[in-house]
């Protein structure tokens, strides 16, 4: 080998070994962000024998991103009905069974206080006790339809924040997709910029669920999960109208992209997953069953201590210690929306609002004398407060929406729906360990595969300084040779 070719040699070589330091710094400089992926030197060997940096390659996986895309749009799917179920959970506080705020609990406290009172019928300080136990009972139902009402609340607005995060986000990768695609045609290296895509891509798929697509210089196209087109050059519009007042009965809105409804009843292909579809199914599958149980606690209770007529005219029953505004009857079989929220003590027998308690034992809560039970107003007269107490555990007709037994006692429905809300936490909070431990685990895959090392690249930079300082000190021989041999043509 001659010394002007080992010398160009040794030159580029630097040059090389100088851009692969770049590298690994650039590398580094990446080391724990979700963004970076791992950048290797492409290197080739030129006719003359020398070393040379040709490029950058970008490691990546393609299938375990998809995989991961899928994974986390389960987990935000599975995440948000967890939470809103925690909210339930927390508010009926069933992890304390003796000190639950389910209705269940209430209306059981109601039944022994009718029973305590039926020992001692003329002792007013019971009957109040048992209209005290009454507004317990209602203060469960109320408070309980209340909080479903904020949690639907609170599940639109997230739709609505999402869609604008969705279309932000769209708009994001339509500007750098484009800017990939014409840098690609000319040969430029756009591995940072695939990076900023797959993030961007990374954050869309929390709030839908997606499928992507690679073509021709690197361009991208995204399906939602339902199949319908969310960017192919150009982003789609995805849309939803906020609902201001959800209270029971009323939809909400469905999500449209491009002008395709995708979520909601009527949906042909409804999304499946991302926090879009956990947060439609918290606001109308879950809390609507909910509030479908309280609405249904709340008929059963105005039927159980409804009062009969006690002439055998065969009259229709009226409402005693649960009423609702503007009641003339006993209301039917049939589901009544938004009931929970309007059922009260009868004004009647309530103390508070100048009633007498003790028509409790006596009847003629609804101001009808025909409706009278204990017409000899009698003190020890128990036979009416036995009859309320028994009242709870008869059996009823409940309403198929509610999603529990159609026929059992008003005590069977309360307790069923504790533990429909327990079994609905209990199975949501299972699939959600399920689907954090499959993100997880495909997250760490995904980062051993395409994430940075800093060790590994801690140990390639000290390989490279020490081949650039053999490099340079092959180059200073190289020097001293050509130094000696011009020193001795001179003389």
Known sequence: MSLSNALMIASQSLGTITSQINLVSRNLSGAGSDEATKKTA????DPNGACSFRGIKRETNLSIFKYWLSTSSDLERSTKIVDALDNIDIFLNLSNPGESR????????????LLNYSTNPDDRLSAELCVQAARDVLKSIQNGSELINKIRTEADQNISNSVEEINGLLLKLSSVNKEIVSINA???ETSDMLDRRDSLVRELSKHIGIKTVLRPNQDIVIYADNGATLFETTPRYVSFKKTDNLSAGIAGDSVYIDRLQATGAGAPFPVKSGSIAGDVNVRDNLTVAYQAQLDEIARGLIVAFAEQDQTGSGASPLPGLFTFAGATSVP??????GLADQIMINPSVDPDQGGDATLLRDGGISDNSDYMYNRDHLQGYNKRLLELSGN???KLSFDARAGLDTNGSLQSFTEGSTSW???QRQNALREKTYQNAIHSQTSTTLSDTTGVNIDEQMTQMLTLENAFQASAK???TINSVYDSLFAAINR
């Open 42 to 45: 492409i290197l080739a060997t």
């Open 102 to 113: 389910a209705p269940s609990l209430q209306i059981s406290k109601l039944s022994d206080s």
């Open 186 to 188: 000319s040969g430029i």
């Open 332 to 337: 039917n079989t049939i589901l009544i929306s």
């Open 392 to 394: 709870i555990s008869l």
């Open 421 to 423: 809300i327990s079994a």
């Open 474 to 476: 092959l180059l200073q």
